[in-house]
């Protein structure tokens, strides 16, 4: 399955990936907004591209709406540490994992996240 690609500036985020382990790197709407065809709520295996056009593997996570009607755009990069602030990344999810969902407990949450770094290691053969 083949999603559409998007780009963004890496804005700040809460700051709260980074307090359980996972840092993201949130970026701008403005390219996300304009595909015609939106890949749906949820977490993806994928790759994140960097202008230099080395692509790192990612958990990509297109997260619930917020109130101005768009989703939240994140990747926590595989393997990958450093400030990424105002930097432009392409986003390309590969393959849906699963959908967004609330959990319990920070302690769940981090298991699902475990998890699905898990299988996207697999699925994208890292
Ligand atoms: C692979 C991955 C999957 C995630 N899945 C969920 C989820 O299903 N539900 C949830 O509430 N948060 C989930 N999160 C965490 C939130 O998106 C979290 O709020 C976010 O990583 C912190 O964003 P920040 O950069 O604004 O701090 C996930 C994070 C990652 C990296």
Known sequence: ???SSFSGKVV??????????FPTA?????????LVKKPKEGIYAGHV????????????????KDVKGLPHLEAHILGFTGNLYG???V????????????????KALI?????DIKKIKSILNK
């Open 26 to 34: 949130n970026i701008d709407r403005r390219s996300f907004v304009r």
């Open 49 to 64: 591209a960097f202008t230099s056009g080395i692509e790192h593997p990612a958990a990509i996570v297109i997260g619930p």
């Open 111 to 115: 298991t699902a996240i475990e998890i």
């Open 1 to 3: 399955m083949d999603y």
């Open 87 to 89: 930097k432009q990344l």
């Open 12 to 21: 700040k985020g809460r700051g709260y990936g980074r307090k359980i382990g």
């Open 91 to 106: 986003f390309l999810p590969k393959k849906f994992i699963r959908a967004f969902k609330k959990y319990p407990t920070e």
